[in-house]
């Protein structure tokens, strides 16, 4: 799993042990704590995290040693614009499945190569146990918009506020000593 070493306990932990599975399919919606957010917060970097919740399809297809998770998630969340670093609220939404093995005995650090379409290796059952809750996050995670911006909020606008200001482009930088050359 990334995200947290194996000294740090999740900030977002739902564990389920696979003795307690039913044979068909289980749902389960899950949400995250207040505290729960304020730590995620500080690991993505958001100005906050308002709400997070998960809906689970759990389903052990056949054999006790796997488990299909399907999840559909959201979460509301504000983030710094790129741009004025204003809040920019937002609503974050995805949907994943994934498996979940006995079968996997070792978690290591290795480069997988992986083609579109291919099935993500299983992530690990230990001891009966598997924790859907660090998954969710992870997911989460590559859904947050990588740069996010107000509606309207432009580089060229902030350049032009600037110039006006100052009354003229800083040029101490090297891509300004370039640009006279030319």
């Given amino acids: 799993m990334i995200g947290v ?37 500080i690991r993505f970097d958001l100005l906050s995290l308002d709400s997070l ?7 052990n297809p ?18 710094s614009c790129v741009v004025t670093l204003k809040p920019v609220a937002d609503r974050v939404e995805g949907l ?19 083609s579109v379409g291919d099935e993500a290796p299983p992530e690990p059952i230990t001891n009966g146990k598997f924790d859907v809750g660090e998954i969710v996050i992870e997911h989460f995670g590559l859904e947050l918009p990588p740069f996010p911006r107000q509606p309207g909020a432009d580089f060229d606008e902030i350049k032009n506020k600037i110039k006006a200001i100052g ?13 006279k050359l030319k």
Avoid: M, Y
């Fill in 5 to 41: 070493t194996n000294n740090e306990p999740p900030e977002f932990s739902r564990i389920f042990d696979i003795e307690d599975l039913p044979d068909e399919v289980l749902e389960v919606d899950i949400s995250a704590t207040e505290s729960e957010r304020q730590a995620l917060a």
């Fill in 53 to 59: 919740q998960a809906h689970l399809v759990l389903s």
């Fill in 62 to 79: 056949g054999n006790k040693g796997d488990v299909k998770l399907s999840a559909t998630f959201s979460a509301e969340v504000t983030q």
């Fill in 96 to 114: 994943f499945s994934c498996r979940f093995s006995e079968q996997v005995t070792e978690v290591k650090e290795e480069i997988l190569e992986i």
């Fill in 167 to 179: 009354g003229q482009e800083n040029t101490d930088n090297p891509f300004a000593v370039l640009k």
